[in-house]
């Protein structure tokens, strides 16, 4: 099965700062990448996806993703941030209808 | 759509009880999974259904884990005799396989957070 790595726990920043969470997945093949948000006390929601095609993917809320896949990696990122974007984020590699998930990372966002 | 809706949303019981978890999937969707969510061992997957029919538990921790799908829009995972180490949020999410890209979305309940005392 894969293994995700996220590679901050948690990440504090101000409003107006940019973001960018890492990913990466254990190997490769075709696999589906993920990044889902949870906000405080909610449930996962998809930030944004990639299945094939443009390597640079645009989600929800202003967040984009790019799939390296000579690095089996997928990093989250977003160019200001606001503090409605504090929440856990969450990489996940789908396998055979298996989704995968990192540890996930605490973003908190100052006002 | 109402999404997926789980129930409850909060479990208080003591240790020993019986412990029954409920999803209604997505109308239309056939594959089903449970998750289980802690702060030591992040988010994992006890078990998936597809068309009603369990596919992989090998996620499902020990034998007090059950989980059922009678029909289409119903499964339970019960956990009997509970323990404090059962202590979590509990996800169901649901997606449509074999539909192509779309199928691959898993679409998540608001999870149940279940105190074992």
């Known amino acids: 099965a894969q293994s995700v790595s996220q590679h901050n726990h948690h990440v504090i920043l101000s409003e107006a700062a940019s973001l960018e969470l890492g990913c990466n997945y254990s190997y490769g093949g075709t696999v589906n990448l993920f990044w889902y948000v949870q906000y405080p006390g909610q449930h996962l929601q998809l930030l944004l996806k990639?299945?094939?095609?443009?390597?640079l993917v645009k989600g929800i809320k202003g967040f984009e993703a790019e799939f390296i896949k000579s690095k089996f990696s997928f990093n989250l990122r977003k160019p200001s941030v606001q503090w409605s974007d504090t929440a856990e984020y969450f990489c996940a590699v789908k396998e055979f209808n298996k989704l995968s998930f990192g540890a996930g990372t605490t973003v908190t966002v100052r006002a | 759509d109402a999404g997926v809706i789980q129930s409850p949303r909060h479990e208080v019981t003591e240790m020993g009880q019986e412990v029954t978890l409920r999803c209604k999937p997505i109308s239309g969707h056939n594959s089903l999974f449970w998750y289980r969510q802690t702060m030591m061992r992040g988010l994992e997957l006890l078990i998936y259904f597809n068309n009603n029919v369990p596919i992989d538990d090998s996620g499902m921790p020990e034998d007090r884990f059950s989980a059922k799908m009678p029909n289409a829009s119903f499964s339970t995972l019960k956990i009997q005799p509970s323990e404090p180490r059962d202590s979590a949020v509990y996800f169901c999410?649901?997606?449509?396989?074999?539909?192509?890209?779309?199928?691959?979305?898993?679409?998540f309940g608001a999870g149940t957070r279940l105190s074992v005392l």
């Open positions: 999410a649901s997606s449509i396989r074999g539909s192509g890209r779309s199928g691959d979305i898993q679409y």
């Open positions: 990639y299945f094939s095609g443009d390597p």
